[in-house]
T-cell receptor, first 112, second 114 residues
Framework: KQEVTQIPAALSVPEGENLVLNCSFT??????LQWFRQDPGKGLTSLLL?????REQTSGRLNASLDKSSGRSTLYIAASQPGDSATYLC???????????FGTGTRLKVLA | GAGVSQSPRYKVAKRGQDVALRCDPI?????LFWYQQALGQGPEFLTY????????KSGLPSDRFFAERPEGSVSTLKIQRTQQEDSAVYLC????????????FGPGTRLTVL
């Protein structure tokens, strides 16, 4: 059974810091992993999708890495800004299905 | 607009009422997912459609929950005889590919059952 854990649960940093969010999953037989952000009261916004054959993906100040063998992914945010404040969620599929399992998220607050 | 839309955005129901939640996916997207999100939690999978076929409904919590996508585009999630524990945000997502592509989410419907 796929289980997803995100650490830390909450993070508060001053503006300009580089930071790393972690996502761990128990079943490494995944075909992709997706990172999202969610603002309060809103739906999820897709940030990055990493296919199982890839080791990392980059979009602007965001970089996501994937290590399938160890069941881990990290989301690196460079030069954080107050507008980055949100909850960040990772999601992976359960092996052999289309059922995606989400972590409980990391609540990020970037202080001006 | 070009994104996923959901209606209504907010729904208040009395316990025992039936409700219907609508999802309009991005045009041309083959796959459609429904999720339930409780406060402070990540979304939980409910069901998955590929075109009009419901390929996975393993996440539906009870037989009071029913989803359909009759023409392979708009989908409706119906909850019969609502209970207080059904109160949550219901999210819809679509993807272009067959269930393994990037998912794009709608804004959700917040259901409150009194």
């Amino acid at each position: 059974k796929q289980e997803v854990t995100q650490i830390p649960a909450a993070l508060s940093v001053p503006e300009g810091e580089n930071l790393v969010l972690n996502c761990s999953f128990t079943d490494s037989a995944i075909y992709n992993l997706q990172w999202f952000r969610q603002d309060p009261g809103k739906g999820l916004t897709s940030l990055l999708l990493i296919q199982s054959s890839q080791r990392e993906q980059t979009s602007g100040r965001l970089n996501a890495s994937l290590d399938k063998s160890s069941g881990r992914s990290t989301l690196y945010i460079a030069a954080s800004q107050p507008g980055d404040s949100a909850t960040y969620l990772c999601a992976v599929p359960t092996s052999g299905t289309y059922k995606y399992i989400f972590g409980t998220g990391t609540r990020l607050k970037v202080l001006a | 607009g070009a994104g996923v839309s959901q209606s209504p955005r907010y729904k208040v129901a009395k316990r025992g009422q039936d409700v219907a939640l609508r999802c309009d996916p991005i045009s041309g997207h083959v796959s459609l997912f429904w999720y339930q999100q409780a406060l402070g939690q990540g979304p939980e999978f409910l069901t998955y459609f590929q075109n009009e076929a419901q390929l996975d409904k393993s996440g539906l919590p009870s037989d009071r929950f029913f989803a359909e996508r009759p023409e392979g585009s708009v989908s409706t999630l119906k909850i019969q005889r609502t209970q207080q524990e059904d109160s949550a945000v219901y999210l819809c997502a679509s993807s272009l590919a067959g269930g393994r592509g990037e998912q794009f989410f709608g804004p959700g419907t917040r259901l409150t059952v009194l």
